[in-house]
T-cell receptor, first 118, second 114 residues
Framework: AQKVTQAQTEISVVEKEDVTLDCVYE???????LFWYKQPPSGELVFLIR??????QNEISGRYSWNFQKSTSSFNFTITASQVVDSAVYFC???????????????FGKGTLLTVNP | DTGVSQNPRHKITKRGQNVTFRCDPI?????LYWYRQTLGQGPEFLTY????????KSRLLSDRFSAERPKGSFSTLEIQRTEQGDSAMYLC????????????FGPGTRLTVL
């Protein structure tokens, strides 16, 4: 069975600090996708990034960067120079392929509440 | 607005009553998903449709829950004889049928069972 663990329940930082959110996953599949979603106080989940299991290149998008390491089954998310608007719950999620060859349901971690204080 | 919409946004009901939620996916998306999120937890998968066919149901979806997607467009999720444990946020998402499965989520329906 697939599982996603986000060990950090809450993180609090001061604006402009860098912060890393950890994500560890378990799966028996060799083909899978990893995701990060942001859930601001308004409640709507916002897609941030998708990574497939064959692409271990790290990715940077503005102040966001992601570090995917298959050897440790981790997909960590770093926010550089955090801002108050980054305050939200962040979820890591895993999607496995099924016999039809396409990914479908997402398995989410419990989320990390990030609070960025001014 | 071309995103996923859900109605109602909030529903308060008494234990034992039936409730129905609606989800309108992004128009060209042929996959539609329902998730449930309780306080302090991540969303949990309930069921999904590819066009009008319901292809999988989670064990979380008891016999009191039923979902439909007539004509492969909007979907409804009905809970019969609601229980206090059904109180949660019910999220709908949609995606295209491809190998990337980027799911776009709606704002959710928050259900409170008194």
């Amino acid at each position: 069975a697939q599982k996603v663990t986000q060990a950090q329940t809450e993180i609090s930082v001061v604006e402009k600090e860098d912060v890393t959110l950890d994500c560890v996953y378990e799966t028996r599949d060799t083909t899978y996708y990893l995701f990060w979603y942001k859930q601001p106080p308004s409640g709507e989940l916002v897609f941030l990034i998708r990574r497939n299991s064959f692409d271990e290149q790290n990715e940077i998008s503005g102040r966001y960067s992601w570090n995917f390491q298959k050897s440790t089954s981790s997909f960590n998310f770093t926010i550089t120079a955090s801002q108050v608007v980054d305050s939200a719950v962040y979820f890591c999620a895993l999607s496995e392929s099924y016999s039809g060859g396409s990914n479908y349901k997402l398995t989410f971690g419990k989320g990390t509440l990030l609070t960025v204080n001014p | 607005d071309t995103g996923v919409s859900q109605n109602p946004r909030h529903k308060i009901t008494k234990r034992g009553q039936n409730v129905t939620f609606r989800c309108d996916p992004i128009s060209e998306h042929n996959r539609l998903y329902w998730y449930r999120q309780t306080l302090g937890q991540g969303p949990e998968f309930l069921t999904y449709f590819q066009n009008e066919a319901q292809l999988e149901k989670s064990r979380l979806l008891s016999d009191r829950f039923s979902a439909e997607r007539p004509k492969g467009s909007f979907s409804t999720l009905e809970i019969q004889r609601t229980e206090q444990g059904d109180s949660a946020m019910y999220l709908c998402a949609s995606s295209l049928f491809d190998s990337y499965n980027e799911q776009f989520f709606g704002p959710g329906t928050r259900l409170t069972v008194l």
